[in-house]
């Protein structure tokens, strides 16, 4: 039974993705991805910012198919990040994990409180019932994450991680011990 009542379905806005559509037309013409799997051919997972200057398969030079992409705010190792390896790892393919946050992340520029302040000054919506989880040092942040991966008890053991920090001026990752 559908939670919605279709008779009252707003409209596709096409005139505001317009630009979506056309480049997905135009992507259309020269698709050549149709034979590919739903898994990582490279046995891949890269959690990444949702940043658009990271371009994960490019950089670590890889192609459609070969790696699992997990994006969010920060390149953070959240329930739900944890959730989809879970899935990947057993499901699709993924024997190894790279956790690579990238300089220059508005995540990293303040502090929880700080980024509160600043969406109710400016929008007056309160967000404080949100962790962001803003990091104050990267290198640790990312520590704790590949720490938390490696740790989790539900993600098969033989799982390999590790971490990396991108460089959005140079393209340059830089691994990390943790």
């Given at each position: 039974m559908?939670?919605?009542?279709?008779?009252?379905?707003?409209?596709f806005?096409?005139?505001?993705?317009?630009?979506?559509?056309?480049?997905?037309h135009?992507?259309?013409?020269?698709f050549?991805?149709?034979?590919?799997?739903?898994?990582?051919?490279?046995?891949?997972?890269?959690v990444?910012?949702?940043?658009s200057r990271?371009?994960?398969?490019?950089?670590l030079?890889?192609?459609?198919?070969?790696?699992?992409?997990?994006?969010?705010a920060?390149?953070?190792?959240?329930?739900?990040v944890?959730?989809t390896?879970?899935?990947?790892?057993y499901?699709?393919?993924v024997?190894?994990?790279l956790?690579?946050?990238?300089?220059?992340?508005?995540m990293?520029?303040?502090?929880?409180?700080?980024?509160h302040?600043?969406?109710?000054?400016?929008?007056?919506?309160?967000?404080?019932s949100?962790?962001?989880?803003?990091?104050?040092n990267?290198?640790?942040a990312?520590i704790?994450?590949?720490v938390?991966?490696?740790?989790?008890?539900a993600?098969?053991?033989?799982?390999?991680?590790?971490?990396?920090?991108?460089?959005?001026?140079?393209?340059?990752?830089?691994?990390?011990?943790?």
């Open positions: 559908p939670i919605y009542d279709a008779k009252n379905l707003a409209a806005p096409t005139a505001a993705f317009s630009d979506v559509l056309e480049g997905n135009e992507f259309v013409q020269t050549a991805d149709s034979g590919l799997t739903g898994r990582a051919a490279k046995g891949l997972a890269v990444t910012c949702m940043d990271i371009a994960p398969l490019h950089l030079g890889m192609q459609a198919g070969d790696v699992k992409i997990i994006r969010n920060g390149a953070r190792v959240t329930d739900d944890l959730r390896l879970i899935l990947a790892s499901l699709l393919g024997n190894r994990v956790v690579m946050p990238h300089t220059d992340c508005r990293a520029s303040a502090t929880e409180s700080e980024i302040t600043k969406i109710e000054a400016e929008f007056g919506i309160n967000t404080r949100f962790e962001f989880r803003t990091v104050a990267q290198e640790e990312l704790t994450d590949v938390r991966i490696r740790s989790h008890p993600l098969p053991k033989d799982l390999v991680v590790g971490g990396a920090i991108y460089d959005v001026h140079t393209g340059r990752i830089t691994p990390v011990s943790a």
